[in-house]
C-alpha cells in the first residue's frame, strides 16, 4: 500500500529488504558497523564481503548517526547504515529518530530517489515495534517538504506484525497531510 505526502511516496510492504530495487537500502546497524545478525546479518550474506570491508574503512561513528557505502553485489547501489544502538546495547527513541533523520538526510545529499527501511531497532535492540513505526514515519514526514532528490520512501517489514503497526502509521500520519 503506498501514500503520498508532499512528493514523496511512502510504501509499506512485507518483504525482503535485501532485494529491493531501489538507490539505497539502510541497514539496522550498530555504532561499530560491524554486520552481525538481523537486518545487518542479512545484507552481509546478500550483499557479500565488499560492504562490511568498506564498513571497516569508515570505523565507529555515534550512535544516532549514519554512514554510506556501496551495495556490494545487492540490486541498491548503497547501504546507508542508521547506528541506532551500540554493538549489544539497546535503541532509544533518540537514537532512532536521530538515525532514521540522518539516513533520510544522507539520501537526499546523494541524490538519491528511493530509498527503503527496515523496522530499525526492533530485531535484536528491543525497540517496541508501534513506537518505532510512529517515530520512523515523523521522520519521512518531517523531511517531506525540504526533500530535493528523494521520491520513493519504502518500509520493507519482516513479518505480519511489522506491517501491521506501519500500515497503522502512516494511516494515522499521512493521510491527514
Known amino acids: 500500500m503506498s501514500w503520498r505526502v508532499k512528493g514523496l511516496t511512502v510504501e509499506v510492504q512485507q518483504g525482503d529488504l535485501t532485494i529491493q530495487d531501489v538507490d539505497a537500502i539502510v541497514n539496522a546497524a550498530n555504532n561499530d558497523l560491524e554486520l552481525g545478525g538481523g537486518v545487518a546479518g542479512a545484507i552481509a550474506r546478500a550483499g557479500g564481503p565488499a ?49 532514521t533523520r540522518r539516513s533520510l538526510e544522507i539520501a537526499d545529499q546523494h541524490g538519491l530517489h528511493s530509498i527503503a527501511f527496515p523496522a530499525i531497532g526492533t530485531g535484536i535492540a528491543h525497540f517496541p515495534m508501534a513506537d518505532c513505526a510512529r517515530i520512523m514515519m515523523e521522520e519521512v514526514v518531517a523531511l517531506a517538504p525540504t526533500a530535493t532528490s528523494l521520491r520513493d520512501v519504502r518500509f520493507v517489514l519482516f513479518g505480519g506484525d511489522a506491517e501491521a503497526a506501519f500500515r497503522v502509521e502512516a494511516e494515522r500520519q499521512l493521510t491527514t497531510k
Not at 549514519?66 to 551495495?71: K, N
Not at 548503497?78 to 535503541?91: E, F, K, N, P
Open 51 to 99: 560492504i562490511q570491508a568498506e564498513c571497516r574503512t569508515i570505523g565507529s561513528i555515534e550512535v544516532g548517526d549514519a554512514a554510506i557505502t556501496g551495495g556490494g553485489a545487492l540490486r541498491a547501489r548503497y547501504v546507508i547504515h542508521a547506528a541506532s544502538m551500540r554493538l549489544g546495547g539497546h535503541t532509544t527513541a533518540e537514537s532512532l529518530r536521530r538515525s
